[in-house]
Nanobody
């Protein structure tokens, strides 16, 4: 059974860091692209980042507003994709999800096998 599970969320002060994990079961994650999304209450879901499959070079993509603060990476040995977040701001508060893009990161518009999400709260 294909499953993605997010973890690593929590409460962090402004300026702090968190690393989110997206762990896969039922398949080899390195064969697939993975995207991270977030959704804050009352706001639309936003794609944060995407990493292509290992065969495609593990190329990384970021929302323009987040470049330089967030880093996506994969650890194929652990079958996990990470989202390292630095210099967190209150506006980064959201539920964060990972999912499969149904196409390359560069132009995917549909996604599947969403995880249950992990909550990130940035507050003093």
């Amino acid at each position: 059974q294909v499953q993605l599970v997010e973890s690593g969320g929590g409460l962090v002060q402004p300026g702090g860091s968190l690393r989110l994990s997206c762990s896969a079961s039922g398949f080899n994650l390195d064969d697939y692209a993975i995207a991270w999304f977030r959704q804050a209450p009352g706001k639309e879901r936003e794609r944060v980042s995407c990493i292509s499959s290992s065969d495609a070079g593990s190329n990384t993509y970021y929302a323009d507003s987040l470049k330089g603060r967030f880093t996506i990476s994969r650890d194929n040995a652990k079958n996990t994709v990470y989202l390292q977040m630095h210099s967190l701001k209150p506006e980064d508060t959201a539920a964060y999800y990972c999912a499969f893009p149904l196409g390359p990161c560069s132009y995917a518009t549909e996604y599947d096998h969403w995880g249950q999400g992990t909550q990130v709260t940035v507050s003093s």
